[in-house]
């Protein structure tokens, strides 16, 4: 073979392989379909004042407050929309009333559901703050926890919870009662309905479970008889990682908002990820670091009833307020 001709071949076997990246990449990383959203303030430091945090990991809203899970101070703050800190309640323990690591936080029918990383259990509070339940306890049995990590309630007033060590999702009666599980306890799997420590659950309105496959790097979704339905997340949704559109680095929280979207806290890519029901990549904000519209970590999040986003910036220590651009 010639010097010229094999120069020749050696470019057309590049431009293959271009065409073939260009190919794979329109494949796997979808582009932004929508309009996104745009940072409009945070609050909080490190700390123990009122209004500082050590390692928020969760966060709840109402029409009018955002209430944050602080983690290490074991105890939860309560803030008005603007972040003026208005009240908290809980301190480090394992008594009722105290907390041992609250995670990611869910309000229903005016209650302030907790789930805790260090007791093991889920405890219930009115929204002042008064202890009112608990279910749960440590273990690998049914209705038992390993590090529950966050917990979404059915109208019927059904726990479905993530149970991050015990690689699985429960779902309990009001009163702790097993009624079935999604995964197996302490294996974790690629295939549909296994999980590689769930971190977070949310409940859409036709009851359509999505789940926070932590480590798996995916969302799963199941209808309310537990069947698995969908899952996306990276090439064919197996636990491989990145830091494209609609890739997951280890997703931490999972919230339903306006239409049916689900937003997905994108961890160790340091920005939150909006999808359709269906899976369908939309839009994605934030970027690595510490200034304005950043992130280091976003660990948890939820949305007001107008569509604003409250995020919890987990290494920065602080809220983080968003709102979708008109």
Do not use: C
Not at 3 to 28: C, D, P, Q
Not at 42 to 47: P, T
């Amino acid at each position: 073979m010639t010097a010229k001709r094999f120069l020749k071949m050696g470019a057309i076997v590049t431009g293959l392989v271009v065409v073939a990246a260009i190919a794979s990449y329109a494949a796997f990383v979808p582009r932004e379909k929508e309009s996104g959203y745009e940072f409009v303030g945070a609050w909080g430091s490190q700390g123990s004042e009122p209004g500082q945090f050590d390692d928020p990991t969760g966060v709840a809203v109402t029409a009018n407050e955002v209430f944050v899970a602080d983690a290490r101070n074991g105890r939860i703050q309560v803030f008005d929309h603007e972040g003026q800190f208005k009240r908290a309640f809980g301190t480090p323990g394992d008594a009722p009333g105290k907390l041992g690591r609250p995670m990611n936080l869910t309000i229903h029918k005016g209650k302030l559901y907790v789930p805790e990383y260090m007791n093991d259990r889920i405890q219930m509070f009115s929204l002042a703050g008064e202890p009112l339940d608990i279910i749960g306890g440590p273990g690998q049995g049914p209705g038992e926890f390993s590090a529950p990590d966050g917990v979404a309630v059915a109208e019927s007033g059904d726990l479905f919870v993530a149970d991050f060590y015990n690689q699985r999702v429960q779902r309990l009666r009001a009163d702790g009662e097993f009624v079935r599980q999604w995964g197996t306890t302490g294996e974790t799997g690629r295939r549909a309905g296994m999980f590689t420590y769930p971190t977070d659950v949310a409940l859409a309105a036709d009851e359509t479970l999505y789940v926070a496959d932590g480590y798996g790097n995916r969302v799963q979704a199941f209808d309310a008889a537990g069947e698995f339905l969908r899952k996306w997340g990276g090439p064919f949704a197996i636990g491989i990682y990145g830091p494209f559109n609609g890739w997951l680095t280890t997703v931490t929280g999972i919230a339903i908002g306006p239409d049916e979207r689900v937003f997905a806290a994108d961890f160790y890519n340091d920005r939150i990820q909006i999808f359709t029901a269906e899976g369908t990549f939309l839009n994605t904000f934030g970027e690595t670091g510490d200034g304005p519209g950043q992130f280091n970590h976003a660990i948890a999040l939820d949305i007001a009833p107008d569509g604003t986003i409250f995020v919890a910036d987990f290494q920065n220590n602080r809220i983080e307020k968003w709102r979708p651009i008109q």
